[in-house]
């Protein structure tokens, strides 16, 4: 089975600056998907940003960007620039092809992430 | 397009009661899922359906029974409600995913907070 470790129970950053939150995954498998979810108060699964496993180069989307080190399996996310709206729970998932994706999503435990202004 | 919309969206039981929960699916999506959140526990998979009429137990299924009658319906039924079954509980759908055709993310409802007591 797989597993997604966030290290991170809670980080905080100033209004402006740049903050990276760490994951660790561990799989037997090639082929999967790798996700970051923002869960604002209002309870909405937003999805941030997706990488593939094939895919060398990292994953990027506007103020947000991925360090993916497959090797490693780690999938840290970074955000410049952070926002007040960025406050909000941050999940790191992942989905293995096999099967079409049947297994649906594996989470970590989610990293609070608080902006201050 | 009402995407996925979870019934209700809050409910208090005595611990013994029974309930079901609602999942709806517009979008014709073959796989449905259903997640609790934990504090502190990120998402957990507790059932999930690869198509009409079939199911399958996932991370912790103990306490819960699911039933898709209709390819758009996703039903997760609690027979005796006990207090460790108080969460925030989550449906998501997707598409399978096929080689060769671009990624479509699951889909979540809101949320459906439940309380026992």
């Known amino acids: 089975a797989q597993t997604v470790t966030q290290s991170q129970p809670e980080m905080s950053v100033q209004e402006a600056e740049t903050v990276t939150l760490s994951c660790t995954y561990d799989?037997?498998?090639?082929?999967?998907?790798l996700f970051w979810y923002k869960q604002p108060p209002s309870r909405q699964m937003i999805l941030v940003i997706r990488?593939?496993?094939?895919?060398?180069q990292n994953a990027t989307e506007n103020r947000f960007s991925v360090n993916f080190q497959k090797a490693a399996k780690s999938f840290s996310l970074k955000i410049s620039d952070s926002q007040l709206g960025d406050a909000a729970m941050y999940f790191c998932a992942y989905r293995t092809l096999s099967g079409g994706g049947a297994d649906g999503l594996t989470f970590g435990k989610g990293t609070h992430l608080i902006i201050q202004p | 397009n009402a995407g996925v919309t979870q019934t209700p969206k809050f409910r208090v039981l005595k611990t013994g009661q029974s309930m079901t929960l609602l999942c709806a699916q517009d979008m014709n999506h073959e796989y449905m899922y259903w997640y609790r959140q934990d504090p502190g526990m990120g998402l957990r998979l507790i059932h999930y359906?690869?198509?009409?009429?079939?199911?399958a137990k996932g991370e912790v299924p103990d306490g819960y029974n699911v039933s898709r009658l209709k390819k758009q319906n996703f039903l997760l039924g609690l027979e005796s409600a006990a207090p460790s079954q108080t969460s925030v509980y989550f449906c998501?759908?997707?598409?399978?995913?096929?080689?060769?055709?671009?990624?479509?993310?699951?889909?979540f409802g809101n949320g459906t907070r439940l309380t026992v007591t």
């Open positions: 359906s690869v198509g009409e009429g079939t199911t």
């Open positions: 990488q593939e496993a094939y895919k060398q």
């Open positions: 998501a759908s997707s598409p399978r995913i096929r080689p060769g055709q671009e990624y479509s993310p699951l889909h």
């Open positions: 799989t037997s498998e090639s082929d999967y998907y």
